[in-house]
Nanobody, 117 residues
Framework: QVQLVESGGGLVQPGGSLRLSCAAS????????MRWYRQAPGKERVLVAA???????TYADSVKGQFTISRDNAKNTAYLQMNSLKPEDTAIYYC???????????WGQGTQVTVSS
């Protein structure tokens, strides 16, 4: 069974850090582009960060210098390190694995990140 399972979300104070994990199972993610999206209440889901199979990374302007995406193919896992968190980073964060060409395309169930004092 193909699955992406996110973990590491939670409640953090402004200025704090969290590390999200996205564990893939049922397929080998090394050939996939891995992406993190987020969706804030009442807003559309937006791309936050992406990493290709050859470890090229891209970031939304809003998180450049603040978030870092990485992957460990041996663990079939992608990560999102989030530093200096702000209340506006509050959202559900979703992991996506998409093969070059667009298919297969897998989604996780999301993990809640809340930044609040």
């Amino acid at each position: 069974q193909v699955q992406l399972v996110e973990s590491g979300g939670g409640l953090v104070q402004p200025g704090g850090s969290l590390r999200l994990s996205c564990a893939a199972s049922g397929f080998t993610s090394s050939g996939y582009g891995m992406r993190w999206y987020r969706q804030a209440p009442g807003k559309e889901r937006v791309l936050v960060a992406a990493i290709t199979s050859d470890i090229s990374t891209t970031y939304a302007d809003s998180v450049k210098g603040q978030f870092t995406i990485s992957r460990d193919n041996a663990k079939n896992t992608a990560y999102l390190q989030m530093n200096s968190l702000k209340p506006e980073d509050t959202a559900i964060y979703y992991c996506n694995a998409r093969y070059p060409g667009g298919w297969p395309n897998h989604w996780g169930q999301g993990t809640q990140v809340t930044v609040s004092s």
